[in-house]
């Protein structure tokens, strides 16, 4: 980080602007000009407000979805899991088989177009609220906070030499943060292999090298990347924060500070009532509550990752003030230029919003989930495939017949088991030798053989199109119908 | 995050990862890892063993190379 960004360091700034500044959001460059500066270690102090609640509210909704939907069970089974073994998705109940993989594709390609709309109404709202990174970041803060004190007690204990209590309270910290990341590690193998199955094996040690390898390995990941990389890993790593300025315009919401009102800043000392003297005392708390360590008074930067504590804070300063909160306030860049930063009507909120590039987002974003849902609802709750026999293309058989050989892989993706009825046509005195009613257990498939035999008389020798016909019996509109060749080797 | 080696190892592992894991999750939906063969026989792991060796094996080929392109624009002349 600069060290321009440190507190009690800032420079003091020219004569008050005629008009807000808008600072593009650019990379700020550290004096050496290198990009990865040494890193000066950020202990932001904590705050309260009405952004912080929205950020806990969200840690707790995302974390009780992420920790506790991998106990959830449906229909005797885990309601969300990924089963690599069996390749077969479960949501609810929904079962995605490898053929559909298209819903899978569509799904991100929503999730992605999701995260296009939103930041180009609300800016930053995903990095500051949602992420997982963020998210993680907050916990282990806390955790932090809880063992060794606010910002100040934590800066003492950095500073000061290593002593029984420092190392006392330095194995808690990293204890519970370990604690929190296997559990977290867990969780995620959870989600690919049936959790309590893993529960159990854990709890007996008896769980298979693969699944202790990744919860190891993705609990080693959150611990470092919550506990020690944080603002780093938004900075240097995440490739959202670098392309984001492609999806913002001058009507997403940025996190900004007023500096038409806030200018001049300085203390209020006796004896200078009269001169002319902004709004911001320069208490610096903004930039101390920052995760990323940023002065947002600098203008808006890349660094910033939309999480608002910097209003929050400001709005206390401002209430103790008896000044009106909103110096550092979400906005526009179009608000700021026009020299209204704050506060705006629910009319110009509504004009910020309906712009051709929203517009064009949620259209596109419409389109393509009302097509998933089409797909979704229509599927077919059956598959088949077909291949010929590898081994025998077509034999003789008694009665002066041909028969060709078929493997059938029949999958049932409802979540109640089923019986078949299968036929064949398009091939004059083709019968079906063997079973043609075929059951398959819910969420399953069966592998049967198929021989069909046909007159050897009345077929030219070459490929003949067959086509089966899968019919549920209990259901006249759940049916497949596929097309296969028959052999005539003569 | 110091410079040298600790830049360099962050600046091509975390993109080489990203990668590995969308090449992975490709890679698997579209193919059966039972369906596999290595040096003619049928690949006889576990499929989660045929998953996690699979994605070490992208992540090898995407941080190769990403360590040639770091190595690369190294190089580069500054504009």
Redesign the interface.
Known sequence: MSSNASPGNTPPVAAAPKRARVIPIAEVVSDDG?L????KKIQPRSIKGRFNNVRWAMVWITQLVFYGLAWLPWNGRQAVLFD??E?KFYIFGLVLW?QD?VF?SLLLIISALGLFLVTAVAGRVWCGYACPQSVYTEMFMWIERRIEGDRSARMKLDAAPMSLRKFSLRTAKHGAWATLALWTGFTFVGYF?PIREVAAEVLTWSA?S??I??MLFYAAFTYVFAGH?RE?VCK??C?YARFQGVMFDPDSLIVSYDATRGEPRGSRRKGQEGKAIGDCVDCEWCVQVCPTGIDIRKGLQYECIGCALCIDACDQVMDKLGRPRGLIAYSTERAQLAGKPAHESWREVVAHIVRPRVILYTSLLAFIVSGFAWALLTRTPVKMNIMRDRASLAREVEGGKIENVYQLRIMNTSEAPRRFLLEIEGLPGAAIEGQREIEVEAAGSRDIPMRVQVDAESLTPGSHVIYFNLQAVDAPDVRVHEKASFMQPR | MPGGGARLFALVSWPSFMVAAAAEAVFFSVINPQELYLLGEPVGFSPVATYSIGFFAFWGVTGASSLLTAWLAEKLPAR
């Open positions: 290198e990865y500066a040494a890193r690599l073994l390749r490898p993989v899978l292999t298979g693969w699944e390898f990744w990389m780093q240097y790593m490739p």
